[in-house]
């Protein structure tokens, strides 16, 4: 079951569970559609995958099932063109 966490990795913005501008690669990691598109150009900087759009849990669900509340940002945020680190 996907985390949906909580925030982007490059900036911290917030990202809620039903947020559309939430964008994450084949292992969860997450980054806001404005930093997935102008910074990372759809690439993930932790393991060069493709950015996507995350799928929303439905809000009845998302009372038994929770996103995650756990934060994790990259020090020193992201830096465009950058791939595996």
Same mark, same amino acid.
């Given at each position: 079951?996907?985390? &949906?966490?909580?925030? +982007?990795?490059? *900036? %911290?913005?917030? @990202?809620? $569970?039903?947020s559309p501008d939430a964008r994450i690669c084949s292992f969860e990691c997450t980054f806001c559609a404005?930093?997935?598109?102008?910074? &990372?150009?759809?690439? +993930?900087?932790? *393991? %060069?995958?493709? @950015?996507? $759009?995350?799928?929303?849990?439905?809000?009845?669900?998302?009372?038994?099932?929770?996103?995650?509340?756990?934060?994790?940002?990259?020090?020193?945020?992201?830096?465009?063109?950058?791939?595996?680190?």
């Amino acid at each position: 079951m996907l985390q &949906l966490r909580p925030n +982007c990795e490059c *900036c %911290d913005r917030d @990202l809620p $569970a039903d947020s559309p501008d939430a964008r994450i690669c084949s292992f969860e990691c997450t980054f806001c559609a404005e930093c997935a598109e102008t910074r &990372l150009h759809h690439r +993930c900087p932790n *393991c %060069d995958g493709e @950015l996507l $759009a995350r799928p929303r849990r439905l809000a009845e669900h998302l009372v038994r099932y929770p996103a995650t509340s756990m934060r994790v940002k990259k020090l020193g945020g992201c830096v465009a063109g950058v791939g595996v680190e």
